[in-house]
């Protein structure tokens, strides 16, 4: 079974601290992502990575950086975390063939709660 | 960009037959794919289609028309375990998409004993 584990389930944080959200996977899959998940806005991809230290932004980057130093580990960072960035973060890794990747399998998510 | 399409909410009896319906207009498509999500939990993946016509996999169906823009979800043989929220989401054609996926809102599912 793949699995996907993110470091923090709940997460509460101040404004203008920086927060390192951890996602790590055990499938050796090429593509990770990070999503983040609100009431009526549905799922929004936030960055991706398709291979170590490789990165592309996502349709909600901005206030967000991302690492990937290690195939298996991909890391969202908040620079200075604001109220508005208080959601359920989502990892996701797939597996990559050429230019074929399949299904997204996810990780158990992180609330995080800006005050 | 992609745009899709779902119902926010849907209500079900246990036992019966639903159908959740996701239209999309795309710039690229290559794959559509349904995901569950039960209130809490992480999404999981239930089905794909990349080519027209149905895909069955046990109670659960998932149909595709690309000319259409249009997919269901078939549920059949309703279960309680199964209100949950129902996601569409569209996989951008391209090599460099690098499998990225565009997700719909998500339609939620009640199911009533």
């Known amino acids: 079974d793949v699995k996907v584990t993110q470091s923090s389930r709940y997460l509460v944080k101040r404004t203008g601290e920086k927060v390192f959200l951890e996602c790590v996977q055990d499938?050796?899959?090429?593509?990770m992502f990070w999503y983040r998940q609100d009431p009526g806005l549905g799922l929004r991809l936030i960055y991706f990575?398709?291979?170590?230290?490789?990165?592309e932004k996502g349709d909600i980057p901005e206030g967000y950086s991302v690492s990937r130093e290690k195939k298996e580990r991909f890391s969202l960072i908040l620079e200075s975390a604001s109220t508005n960035q208080t959601s359920m973060y989502l990892c996701?890794?797939?597996?990559?063939?050429?230019?074929?990747?399949?299904?997204?399998?996810f990780g158990p998510g992180t609330r995080l709660t800006v005050t | 960009g992609q745009n899709i399409d779902q119902p926010t909410e849907m209500t079900a009896t246990e036992g019966a037959i639903v159908q959740i319906n996701c239209t999309y207009q795309?710039?690229?498509?290559?794959?559509l794919f349904w995901y569950q999500q039960h209130a809490g939990e992480a999404p999981t993946f239930l089905s794909y289609?990349?080519?027209?016509g149905l895909e069955e996999k046990g109670r659960f169906s998932s149909f595709l028309s690309r000319s259409k823009g249009y997919s269901y979800l078939l549920l059949k043989e309703l279960q309680m375990k199964d209100s949950a929220s129902y996601l569409c989401?569209?996989?951008?054609?391209?090599?460099?998409?690098?499998?990225?996926?565009?997700f719909g809102q998500g339609t939620i599912l009640t199911v009533h004993p």
């Open positions: 996701a890794s797939s597996f990559r063939k050429g230019s074929l990747s399949y299904e997204q399998y």
């Open positions: 499938m050796d899959h090429e593509n």
């Open positions: 990575s398709y291979d170590v230290k490789m990165k």
């Open positions: 795309t710039s690229g498509f290559n794959g």
């Open positions: 289609n990349v080519l027209d």
């Open positions: 989401a569209v996989r951008d054609a391209g090599g460099t998409s690098y499998g990225k996926l565009t």
